[in-house]
Nanobody, 124 residues
Framework: VQLQAFGGGLVQSGGSLRLSCAAS????????VGWFRQAPGKAREWIGYISSSGDETYVVDSVKGRFTISRDNAKNTVYLQMNGLKTGDTAVYYCASDTDIALSIGTVSDGASWGQGTEVTVSS
């Protein structure tokens, strides 16, 4: 079970990026996928998740209206579309696969799989 997050980079404030989380070694549709981020000197923050079926998505209030999570199970890939980026969004972004129950409340179990992280830097 492996996840690979990519698509980060440097973007100006107000810009957009789309992060991808590609799964290998398992069928992505069997698991929910969550996105997290960690800014320098700060704790890891849960951004949101998408259910294994793709029928349910949730993002936290700080990114609501700007970030959207979607998935393409045929490509075993989950996406985080980020619009209206702010300097406060600067962080390393991670994806994690786990059960719907765990990720729907922003937690991960011991069985979760993590991607390696992709860095997003938003300049003013």
């Amino acid at each position: 079970v492996q996840l690979q997050a990519f698509g980060g980079g440097l973007v100006q404030s107000g810009g957009s990026l789309r992060l991808s989380c590609a799964a290998s070694g398992f069928t992505a549709g069997d698991y929910a996928v969550g996105w997290f981020r960690q800014a320098p000197g700060k704790a890891r923050e849960w951004i949101g998740y998408i259910s294994s079926s793709g029928d349910e998505t949730y993002v936290v209030d700080s990114v609501k209206g700007r970030f959207t999570i979607s998935r393409d199970n045929a490509k075993n890939t989950v996406y985080l579309q980020m619009n209206g980026l702010k300097t406060g969004d600067t962080a390393v972004y991670y994806c994690a696969s786990d059960t719907d129950i765990a990720l729907s409340i922003g937690t991960v179990s011991d069985g979760a799989s993590w991607g390696q992280g992709t860095e997003v830097t938003v300049s003013s």
